[in-house]
């Protein structure tokens, strides 16, 4: 199914009525009846701090307005061993391109995590290279972010003007490389994004193989260049493209912690997380930032990760089993 690009874009353009009945429940149902259940993950932003300027971001450089920090691995070790008290077997970390953190010491985040006895340790830290991502794979790390945002080159290149769309392709070519599993996406209904333009994306994301599609509508950060040129993405697409990621490949993991009408309730919306499992999406995510850095760790307006009972009022109300890792 969607063996084509025409085919993706015919499905983004028919009413969505249309494609409710072809494609929405389908892919609803046949993620139920994998029986692979809600998967959870424990998540922390060890570090806010960015070199970067993506004009879409809340924690770009450029932005003075969020305070600041950096956890050294032993005070985030502290909060990952809350984690896996709560029980969850798999670990998200995630940091702005933190170029001060110095790499050692994100390797030694990753082995202590591992030796808490996390089963799958994700990454999402930025560019390195092949070399440094083998040694995040033999430190325990299996699964890296690398997101392509926006397939486009010229938007690409225009809204990430720290690095370039060649140089992500490489870095999203070596985390393949280095051994471990690739997560790539985009960001849906941006300003400036089109249907056309979104079969690309979809198209890209099958062609790499990803394992985890970390997609979410485009939401805006106050005091970033993007958000003086348009509001926040389609909730309806996201929606049509988690149905299409699920009928086009059925085992990828793809992220179910989706906003719903309410801006203030951002991803941790209980109608947009519910109609994201009903459309096929999967991957809940908790919280593991205490108050304070969590408002810091200020990528969107309204972030809003809630923590393990979210988790399971989700749960109940879609039916699927919680899979803790
Ligand atoms: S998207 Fe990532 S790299 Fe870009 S500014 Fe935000 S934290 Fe930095």
Known sequence: MFDTRAEILEALEMPMEKFRSSFLDRAGELYRDSGRGIVTMAMLGYSNI?????????MRAGNSSIPRYRMEPLEALRLTAVGRELGFGRLFLISGE???????N????????REQGYRQISLACGEFTLEQYRQLHAAG????????EMSDIEDFNRLNPSTDFHRRMEAI??????????????IV???????????DDIELMRKLDISWAPVVPYMPAANTPLALEGGRGSLELILREIAILRLMMPQVNITAGQPGEDPKNGFGDSQGNLDAIAA?????????LPAGKADAFHVVDNRNLPGLKHMETMSRLSCLELNMG
């Open 98 to 104: 933190d170029m001060g953190y110095g790499f050692e």
């Open 173 to 186: 070519e070596a985390v393949k490389k280095s051994g471990m599993k690739l997560a790539s996406g985009n």
């Open 189 to 199: 209904d941006y300003p400036g994004h089109s249907l056309e333009k979104m079969a």
């Open 280 to 288: 096929g999406a999967n991957v809940l995510f908790a919280d593991l």
């Open 106 to 113: 994100l390797l030694s985040l990753v082995a202590g995590a």
């Open 141 to 148: 790390a299996e699964e890296y972010v690398m997101k392509f």
């Open 50 to 58: 960015c070199r970067s300027q993506c004009l879409y971001c809340g």
